[in-house]
């Protein structure tokens, strides 16, 4: 049942340096990574970030950052565009997000645009910007604004009086004037 046989002819020996067995055996694993890349808090990246596998941002990145997994940490900080598949914010980005799955969490602060197919808000994050829903948020174009479907628009602001315009004027009530509506 059991049948005793030579060792692999084409396995490396061991040749005694344990260094040059390290990279004998690194350079033959597969590029795919088990755990995150790291940009500890006290660094600062001036530039893209671009991986395949996690990334996980603890320091401050001024750029655009793509990857496969992105967390940004309660201390981490980035200004630019980010896009991945899975983006968790616990700290700050200033710039568009572009993910499947984005989580703001609590202590989350997000000024730009976020595009996704699912998305969580948690109690005490904040969030200043537009939100499109995609099924593909990683291969569509840039959101268009709120309102530009529309041929024209009205705005409407309030004067120190109290008072509003929206293509109408309006009086304070018992003024001896009527209102007029354009």
Known sequence: MFTKTNKDTDAATPSGNPAQDAIRGAASK?????????ICGDMEINGSISSEGALQIDGTVDGDVNAA??????????VGEVRAEAVKVKGEVRGSIRARKVELETGAKVHGDIIHSSLSIQPNAMFEGQVKH???????????????????????SSSPSGSTSAGSTVRPFGGSSSTAVS
């Open 69 to 78: 997994d992105i967390t940004i940490g309660a201390s981490g900080r980035v």
């Open 30 to 38: 597969p590029t795919a990574r088990s755990a995150a890349s790291i």
């Open 134 to 156: 995609d099924q593909d948020p990683l291969q569509s174009s840039a959101p268009k604004a709120a309102n530009s479907d529309k041929s024209s628009t009205t705005s409407s």
